[in-house]
């Protein structure tokens, strides 16, 4: 995947050579091959699951994709094993990829990285951040290093968040 930026440590950095693809049906089933990693689509997913009646193996490659509209509650049953969850952003205008994301982190305890796709600004990356996202698929027509520097912006915010779960007046030692 090109114009990606990701989170290591804190720490952002451009990311060269990432191996994850976004997969269409035809692409991920070419063959009854199914090397490299791949991400698929909710749907494709599960019934990539069930036909294997387990998530192990080969499947350790394989990201899911959930649109805005799917309930990330359906992933509780293997969200510790899943290495690659790419929330979709259709219009910089829709947030409920955030609220997804503040989910799998903060609610479902998901520990491996949580991509942001699709419509993927640079004025949207510190939130993004907030809410527990760890790489960004920046749009296509937009230069990633420009984006890059939308983490290093302002980052104090006063609520809690996946990243600072306590409010700023608890963090500068304020009222318990």
């Not at 990432?18 to 269409?24: F, K, L, S, V, Y």
Request: aromatic residues 10%; hydrophobic residues 35%.
């Amino acid at each position: 995947m090109n114009n990606l930026i990701g989170l290591t440590k804190g720490q952002s950095a451009l990311i060269d050579n990432d191996p994850w693809e976004i997969a269409e049906e035809p692409q991920y089933r070419k063959d009854g091959e199914n090397t490299g990693h791949w991400i698929l689509p909710l749907a494709d997913w599960l019934e990539h699951c069930q036909q294997t009646d387990t998530y192990q193996g080969s499947q350790a490659q394989t990201g899911v994709l959930l649109d805005p509209e799917d309930d990330p509650e359906i992933l509780a049953e293997w969200v510790g094993q899943i290495p690659l969850i790419a929330l979709q952003f259709h219009s910089f205008r829709d947030g409920r990829a955030y609220s997804q994301a503040f989910l799998l982190r903060a609610r479902m305890g998901f520990k491996g990285d949580l991509r942001a796709v699709g419509e993927v600004l640079r004025d949207q990356l510190v939130h993004m951040r907030h809410c527990g996202f760890t790489s960004f698929a920046v749009r296509k027509d937009k230069s990633a290093a420009d984006a890059l520097k939308g983490l290093t912006g302002f980052d104090m915010i006063y609520s809690r968040s996946v990243t600072t779960p306590e409010p700023l007046f608890r963090r500068r030692g304020g009222a318990k």
